[in-house]
């Protein structure tokens, strides 16, 4: 049979919707036509209307103006009323022609236009053109008899009435017309509901119909559903499906799963049944017993045997159980894995089944007869990947999905079942071998109770020593509290300590940001006016430049050595290990110091041994700090005479051994005032010189012995004094070379003030002045005077300055600038500080070429980091060293030359 085609319900609905949109399309063309039509009507007689009032005022009007002609012409004598009067009479008709055939097109209004063209014609054959016929004659009487005033009026107001009972009569007329369109609209209306009405109720009838047939099968679908769930899964009912559309396919869908559940259901009842069954069994045999009869009755088997896998030999399964069994013939008492079919199994590891309809290998004996036995399963048993059973089923009929998924699920736990057998039956044996044991357990017990009694007197004294111990330990307990009491103390003293320690390393820091901002435009300025370039000051204005520079870089050391000194004390102190050319310490000497000696008329001499090793690790820095502080201390006090350094290899003691293999001396020798003995130790204290007539002659601040020896200490070595008044001192100095840097001086990274630990007297470098040239350089400062002293200096060299004094106003000015040939950036400003700034212009704008140089006076370690990472180019401290900016200037802006010439 032919299939019959199918009609979705998606198909149903949507043709029930077509019909209802035809329907409202039908209805709303007929309703536009008619709208349309009453529409065009109305307008037509609103036209009419407007158009019939416009000329017969227009038509009045004019006849008013031939009587109005006439008597102006006879008041004033003036020819253009004449020719009015002329013009007027030659046009009424064709006038009265137009509203003729208006009035003849829309209405039945001409026999009101008869009177007033009677009324007219009257008025200009029998008094118009007669006084006209006067005039031309000039004759006055009939002038006067014609146009007494009364017999024109009569006239005249009969015309006017005649307009007046036309217009009223076509209103009527009109106002007829309109009630007859309103009552074509009310009856519009009325049928405009009536279709509307009755799509209604059509699709009302469609969709119900629709819906009857949708809920109907939808209803059956739910019963059947709930019947399944009442009954546990029982429910055999189906549904039979009244439709061929989507509901047959849920009606299908449904009585599937009817079916699904119904199987799930006899599967899960089934399984729980067998796992219940050998819950509680002690051994294999009865077990075997159990599974076999269960799972025979309920897969309708003829056959079974089960075998279990020997324990000492694991090659071979013996027979436990089996179903239906005739004699010695059915099924193997053991076999091993893979002989023969059950073999083959266990060795596969997999189930394996088998039909012989025509040739059975066995036959069922009845009482009836034998029957051929053709269908078989064998299923392995798993514990874990290992199989420990095997279980053989054989049936008269094919095992159908059910049977086979039951039988599997049953083995799944089966094996852990036997697992739990065996482990529980080795149980048992070991616990009768441990009932023997606990019997000659007992017999030892007695002995021991013998050798229990001889221990107990040795107990009661050990009890005592142990009293006594007891004792003691609480006397310990007691001291020990009292050390975590002054060991927590003396945390909160250190704690206390440390806060100390870190208000003053800030305060310094500030200290230091807050002078070094002014300080930075004195030095500036006062080495510009130094330098006199216009030659506009005298030599007292020179020599007052020279005092102020010569006083800030006297203040800018102090400032220096107290926060080199407060870092040392809070332990904050940097060291940066590097190799060092010992032979270029002469060289630095002679730099440094030979201009001062030459001032004092000194001899300076610098001897490096010969057994001397080329290369030394040290912090380089603070290697020349120290050096520098103690040729300074000796230049200083050295009136006459000499001042000689000596550096050579110390003599390594095993202590020394064990910190580094190489040793470094270095003595700095002058034939100076020289120290008592009673003030040699005084003169290494902070602040602290020999005596106050030291301080009045000679000046200085105390701080740069204390600060020598303390950085001696974080480089690993000492520094000794031997000095006789008088005769002069030597400073003896001991530092250990370390490749790795000294481990136990390192400090954590904390924030510390950054001080530029270099000689007061720096060696200028001279950039080369071509390079400045109409170069374009932008300052960014907050700081007014900042900005004046570097635009001085930088104008000098033939620089073009721009200013911002804040980061929001670089970017705009490097947004607008047509041409920046490098930034110098002040960290510490309002609105938006240096970092942000810099990593704008960077990332923002994409300038990663344009040169930056950071400028700050408060230069902690992780800003000056933060500042290279943010995209600074290079890093200056404040306050700020000329030629030291100068020479960083020339270094970028040639490397920018050289990138533009490619």
Known sequence: MNKKRKIGIGFKITSGYIILILCLVVSAVVLNNQITSLQQERNAIIKYDSSMRVMSNNLERKIVNLE??????????????????????????????????????????????????????????????????????????????????????????????????????????????????????????????????????????????????????????????EDMNKTDGKNRKRIVAKTNDEVRDLVDATNMLLATMENRQWFQRNLAEIVTAYQGVHSLDELGEVLLNSLTTRTQSVYGAFYIQDVRNTNQFNKIAAFAETGDDVGRQSFMVGQGFVGQSVKEKRVLSYENKENSFHYLETALGNIPISNGIIVPVFFGNDVIAVLELASLKKYNEHHRALIKEVVVHLGVTINSIIGRMEVIRLLNESQAMTEELQVQSEELQTQSEELKMQTEELTTINERLEERTRDAETKTHALEKAQIELKESA?????????????????????????????????????????????????????????????????????????????????????????????????????????????????????????????????HQILNNLLSNALKFTEQGSVNVKVELAQVTPTMKQISDTWLSISVTDTGIGIPKDKQQLVFESFQQADGATVRKYGGTGLGLSICREVVKLLGGWITLRSTEGEGSTFTVCLPSLPDGNISTLISEQEVAFTDASPALPVPVTPPK??????????????????????QALEQKGVHVLEATNGLECLNILQTATRVDAVLMDIMMPEMDGYETMQRIRYDLQLTELPIIALTAKAMKQDRDRAFEVGASDYISKPLNLDQLFSVLTVWLTSRERLKNG
Do not use: C
């Open 495 to 623: 704690e206390q300590l440390r806060q100390s320690s870190n208000y003053k390393s800030e305060f310094l820091a500030n200290m230091s940001h807050e002078l070094r901002t002014p300080l930075n435009s004195i030095l500036i300025l006062s080495e510009m006016l130094a330098e006199n370039h216009d030659n506009r000051l005298s030599d007292d204005d020179l020599e007052y430049a020279k005092v102020i520079h010569d006083s800030g870089e006297d203040l800018l050391n102090l400032i220096n050595d107290i926060l080199d000194l407060s870092k040392v004390e809070a332990g904050k102190m940097d060291l940066w290990f590097r190799e060092m050319d010992v032979y270029e310490i002469p060289q630095h000497v002679h730099n440094l110091f030979s201009p001062i000696a030459k001032q004092k008329d000194l001899d300076l001499n610098v001897d490096v041994a010969q057994n001397m090793v080329e290369i030394f690790h040290t912090d380089v820095k603070r290697f």
């Open 770 to 791: 071509t390079i400045f040239d109409e170069k374009h350089i932008l300052i960014v400062d907050d700081d007014y005077r900042n900005i004046y002293a570097l635009r």
């Open 68 to 225: 109005s002609s006439l008597h102006r012409y006879l008041i004033t004598n003036n020819e253009k009323y004449l020719d009015k009067y002329n013009d007027e009479v030659a046009t009424w008709e064709a006038n009265y022609e137009e509203l003729n055939n208006l009035v003849n097109n829309y209405s039945t209004g001409e026999n009101q236009l008869a009177p007033i063209y009677n009324s007219i014609n009257n008025w200009v054959n029998n008094i118009g053109q007669p006084i006209l016929n006067a005039i031309i004659r000039e004759d006055s009487d009939q002038i006067n008899t014609l146009f007494n005033g009364e017999l024109s009026s009569v006239a005249i107001s009969e015309v006017q009435q005649n307009f007046t009972a036309f217009r009223t009569t076509e209103t009527e007329n009109i106002q007829q017309h309109v009630s007859l369109l309103n009552d074509r609209n009310a009856d519009l209306t009325y049928g405009l509901f009536a279709i509307l009405s009755l799509i209604a109720i059509i699709t009302i009838v469609i969709f119900t119909m629709i819906s009857r047939n949708i809920a109907g099968s939808i209803d059956e679908v739910t019963e059947a559903i």
